[in-house]
């Protein structure tokens, strides 16, 4: 015989709610039964088994229970089967019925619903009308924000995942918040007799429209309460000055009420002004601003500007202020013009003073808070370190110098170990000086050397110069250029001169916008002359190097790097038309490229600038002629008169066409001292001229 189900657990149950479950059997002696049914075992408390084999009842406790369930035919055959049967708890939703914390119009509220003792997961449910602006979430969260006071009741009722379900009743109390005034008393902005007064109250909570009232106390005369918004309002009265103390109430729709007790200072007519803060974006430039605004003791007859801190941040002006209507030529006000730096970020402080028939005001302050112009400061700053490149080359092309055979022959004549020469020119002053191992040895035998003497193979030679200069972008305000060579070379015949140079430059560069640069450079490599035709060489130098640079502006300072390179090549002569007179004809070509790196500045505010670098390329050809006509006077010196003139093009990044015209003297005593002066007239493609004379010194040390 078998039972139906055949053992184990059965559907589960819940306290408290009905359950049925039958259990039937098949075969036995006899087959077509009855059957009885019996239980050894509990049953749930609540439960019973009936002879027909239905469990029914309603279950009383939580728990599980194991019982064994027999079955008997009429023949007296058994079957048995052994079952487990699960009551669960009853469902108890949380918080229990009853009363809800209350809420607060215009308040955020927020109540949690929850429930044990069901199968999980449960659902939540509202029945009746919840207060106006909350709501129920199916995971049992109430929230919201009320919007009007009530007394509501509902029902919640929860399901769990059997469908089972309980419920509660529950009521919620929404109130109206308590009035409060902003400011909630205390004292007052100060106000003046004879000059305008505005001071807000404001009101929250309460419901629906509210209506303010002065309860207690005295405003001053001229003052108002607005009785809508609460706003206390002049102009006060001429002689209303003195202290005053007074109560205020807000009243809602429904009887509410909120107060607030002020006190208030009036103070005699006097002259004062306000200060001012004025934002002001990157590349603006900010609205006039009246300064009259705010002010008390007016009209204004004058205005004055005290003080201006940073005083290079900007330019301030104060003008007499704006027409107030076409059909009068009266001014109206005083307004404040300011026109930033664009390279200046942070603040700027700006001191003002007004003057009235009552006297002159405090100092003012207007103060701007000032973004920098990325693209004006970018602009800026690579056009004072392209100058400084572009100036620093043509310093470069016009310093740089290196042995070639022509001075190679007269060093093997000269009598001075070392020369000095000082250069006034039409853009700066040049102090210099040259030696080699060649001139000393042709000094120390004073000269005696003839023609037919042999020269000397190897040379080590120093040379340096130092040059003032000034440009447009200098204003008033003087550089300096400094360059000291060294190199050694060796005469591989009478006609071929190969040698190496190494030069070093200094040059400082102020500009007349409170700028200065400064940089550090080197140039490298080997140099060679030969003798083409007669009286005729070839001169050929290159050089490649690289700088380190600073730049220092008003607001932002930085440096950079470069890398550069020269290519020198001229060709030179020397023809002497008879025993006195000498034709020196020139032809130069000289390319120089400079290479500045990406760089970046800073300023004192930590903001930083990226920069990106560039590259600055000249090709400089120039053709002169020097005539020159030796004077022998009986003294034993030999004045000579000479003329010059050298035109040239500098192209790619140049200038474009450049001229030098120039006539000077020399005057020369033997074994003694050399004096040359010339007078010079420069121009260029740029249109910039400029006259200046040139000295050069040369003596024995």
């Keep these: 015989m078998a039972l139906i189900p055949q053992g184990g657990a059965l559907a589960s149950g819940n306290i408290g709610q009905t359950y049925s479950q039958n259990i039937s059997a098949t075969g036995g002696t006899s087959a077509s039964g009855p059957y009885t049914f019996s239980v050894t075992g509990s049953l749930p408390a609540g439960l019973t088994l009936s002879a027909a084999g239905a469990i029914t009842g309603i279950p009383m406790v939580a728990g599980e229970s194991s019982f064994t369930v027999t079955a008997k035919d009429a023949d007296g055959t058994t079957g048995s089967a052994v079952y487990t049967l699960l009551i669960e708890g009853q469902i108890i939703l949380s918080p229990g019925a009853g009363s809800l914390s209350s809420g607060i119009v215009g308040t955020p509220y927020s109540q949690g619903f929850s429930a044990t003792g069901g199968k999980a997961p449960y659902s939540f449910a509202v029945s009746g009308t919840l207060p106006t602006g909350l709501s129920l979430s199916s995971n049992g969260a109430l929230s919201g924000t009320p919007t009007a006071a009530a007394n509501a009741s509902f029902t919640v009722t929860v399901t769990d995942a059997d469908r089972i379900t309980a419920s509660g009743t529950y009521s919620l109390a929404i109130v109206a918040a308590a009035i409060k005034l902003s400011p909630n008393g205390g004292e007052l902005a100060k106000g003046m007799a004879g000059e305008q007064y505005s001071q807000p109250i404001t009101a929250t909570g309460g419901v629906g429209a509210t209506t303010f009232s002065l309860v207690s106390g005295t405003l001053p005369k001229g003052m108002s309460l607005n009785l809508s918004t609460g706003e206390l309002t002049g102009p006060l009265e001429i002689g209303s000055e003195g202290d005053y103390s007074f109560v205020l109430q807000a009243r809602d729709s429904t009887g509410n009420l909120g107060s607030g007790s002020y006190s208030l200072k009036v103070a005699p007519r006097s002259v004062t002004v306000t200060d001012k803060q004025i934002e002001v974006q990157a590349g603006s430039t900010p609205a006039d601003v009246p300064l009259h605004r705010g002010a008390t003791g007016g009209p204004f007859v004058t205005a004055e500007k005290t003080f201006v801190e940073p005083p290079n941040a900007g330019t301030a002006t104060i003008i007499r202020g704006q027409f107030a209507q076409a059909t009068t030529t009266t001014p109206v006000g005083w307004y404040l013009q300011f026109t930033p730096n664009p390279s200046y970020a942070g603040q700027v402080r700006v001191g003002f003073r007004l003057t009235s028939a009552l006297g002159v005001s405090n100092t003012g302050t207007v103060t701007y808070t000032i973004a920098f112009d990325k693209k004006k400061v970018t602009d800026e700053i690579n056009g004072l370190v392209e100058d400084f490149v572009r100036a620093r080359q043509n310093l470069l092309a016009s310093t ?62 120093i040379d340096g110069t130092f040059m003032a200069h000034n440009r447009e972008q200098n204003g008033d305000r003087w550089g300096s250029f400094a360059m000291i060579s060294t190199g050694a070379d060796y005469l591989v015949t009478d006609k071929l001169l190969l040698g190496l140079s190494f030069h070093y430059d200094r040059m400082t560069d102020p500009t007349d916008k409170d700028a200065e640069l400064t940089g550090n450079g080197w140039l490298a490599g080997p140099y060679a002359s030969m003798e083409i035709a007669k009286g005729v060489f070839w001169n050929a130098n290159v050089l490649y190097g690289g700088s380190v640079n600073d730049i220092e502006t008003e607001f932002w300072d930085g440096d950079f790097d470069t890398s550069r390179w020269l290519f020198d090549s001229s060709i030179n002569g020397e023809w002497r038309l008879d025993a006195d007179t000498v034709l020196v004809p020139k032809l130069r070509a000289v390319y120089l490229s400079e290479t500045v790196k990406d760089y970046a500045v800073n300023n004192a505010q930590g903001d930083r600038l990226n920069i990106k670098g560039f590259t600055t390329e000249q090709l400089r050809v120039s053709l002169g002629v020097d005539l020159s006509r030796d004077i022998h006077l009986e003294n034993g010196m030999v004045l000579t008169p000479r003329i010059g003139v050298t035109g040239g093009y500098s192209g790619l990044d140049g200038s474009g066409a450049f001229g030098q015209v120039s006539a000077g003297l020399s005057l020369n005593a033997e074994a003694a001292w050399t004096l040359d002066f010339d007078l010079l007239f420069n121009i260029d493609n740029d249109g910039e001229r400029s006259p200046g004379a040139r000295a050069r010194i040369g003596g024995r040390f």
């Design 400 to 461: 740089i110098k290196v042995p070639d055979l022509m001075k190679r022959r007269r060093l093997e004549t000269a009598k001075d170990p070392v020369t000095t020469r000082i250069q006034p020119s039409a853009s700066g002053v040049t102090l210099g000086f040259s030696t080699s191992l060649v001139q000393m040895e042709s000094a120390g035998s004073k000269g005696t050397r003839g023609s037919g003497g042999s020269l000397s193979p190897f040379n080590i030679w």
